[in-house]
């Protein structure tokens, strides 16, 4: 197939797009892990899941750079409100065991209540 002249310019931004943004996300990723203090928490959401065929990032990338960078991921809809509610209350979940845990306790895993608790209406979570 041979694209137009237009079309080839819309291909090469799209995938110029697509480069800037996954080296973006690694950016802000190393920056957090360089200058945040170390007990912060980290979570990647890949927001519009709404619009799979749109994204600039793909689900598998995403996953790919949250294993990269040891952190929790999610698919987002703040459209469709899909695990919008779940990615702040398991960074709340967090921060309140972190804040008053007991020594007989086990430790919290946001991973794994984010695995248990995500909706799975075509969206992800990963760690
Ligand atoms: N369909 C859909 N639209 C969204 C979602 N989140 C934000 N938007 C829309 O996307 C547009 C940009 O949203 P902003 O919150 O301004 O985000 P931004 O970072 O400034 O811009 P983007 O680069 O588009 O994300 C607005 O019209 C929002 O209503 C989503 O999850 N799904």
Redesign the pocket.
Known sequence: MKLSRGQQGVTQLTMFLHVFFLLLVQAWLTEIHEYAQTDVVIMLLG?????SSER?IRRDEGERLAREYSVPFME?????GVNVELAFTAVAKELKHRAVQHPNEPKFQIHEYIESQKEKSGCCSYF
């Not at 927001?47 to 619009?51: E, G, I, T, V, Y």
């Not at 987002?76 to 469709?80: N, V």
């Open positions: 927001n519009k899941a709404d619009m600039a987002t809809s703040a459209k469709t």
